[in-house]
C-alpha cells in the first residue's frame, strides 16, 4: 500500500523548530555514504545558511507522525543568479527559486514521494524559475529532474571537496533545433 503523506511547510521563522528533523533525516537519507561532504557537521551548516536566507521555504512529508523527507530552498538574490554564466543569452526572467535539498528517508524511497515533494514546494513558489545541483555521479537523479522539467547548462564544482555538480534550471523557454 502506498503511504498516504501529509505535508506541513514552514518558513525562516520556523527553522529552528525543524532543524533538527532535517538534521535525522539527513543523517538516515546519508547513513551508508563515507564521503566527508556529506557528513553531518557540514549539513548542518548548510541547513543553518538556507534556513538563514530570507524566504527560505521548506516542506516536510510525514507518514503519520514520522517525517518521511523534505525539500527546501529559497529565493535567489535579484542579481546573483551565479547560473546565468552558464546561458548566453540568459532568459529575460529574474527571478529564481533555489532548491537546495529534496531528501527522502530510505523507507520511503521509489514511492513517488520525491516528485510529490518537489511539487509541494516548487508548485507554491511565483518564482518563474528554479535552479538545482544534481552530483554528475547520479545519472539516474538527473534524469528525474529532468522528467520534472529541468534542464541541465552547465557543470560547477562549488566547494574545493565538492563533488562536480550538474547545474539544472528549470522555466527555461523551448527552443528549437
Do not use: N
Request: aromatic share 12%; net charge negative.
Amino acid at each position: 500500500m502506498t503511504p498516504v503523506y501529509t505535508f506541513r511547510h514552514y518558513g525562516q521563522s520556523e527553522a529552528a523548530e525543524i532543524r533538527q528533523i532535517l538534521l535525522d533525516v539527513h543523517a538516515d537519507a546519508y547513513a551508508t555514504e563515507t564521503d566527508e561532504f556529506h557528513d553531518q557537521e557540514r549539513f548542518a551548516w548548510f541547513v543553518d545558511h538556507w534556513s538563514g536566507l530570507p524566504g527560505f521555504d521548506c516542506v516536510i512529508a510525514y507518514d503519520g507522525e514520522e517525517p518521511a523527507g523534505y525539500a527546501y530552498g529559497a529565493p535567489a538574490v535579484h542579481g546573483r543568479e551565479w547560473w546565468r554564466e552558464y546561458l548566453s543569452p540568459a532568459p529575460d526572467a529574474t527571478a529564481t527559486f533555489s532548491l537546495s535539498e529534496l531528501m527522502v528517508r530510505p523507507k520511503w524511497r521509489a514511492t513517488g514521494l520525491s516528485a510529490q515533494l518537489h511539487t509541494e514546494l516548487i508548485g507554491r513558489r511565483l518564482e518563474p524559475l528554479s535552479v538545482l545541483l544534481v552530483d554528475v555521479a547520479h545519472p539516474r537523479v538527473q534524469a528525474l529532474y529532468e522528467s520534472w522539467g529541468y534542464r541541465k547548462i552547465g557543470e560547477r564544482q562549488p566547494f574545493a571537496d565538492s563533488p562536480v555538480y550538474a547545474v539544472m534550471l528549470r522555466g527555461l523557454p523551448e527552443t528549437t533545433p
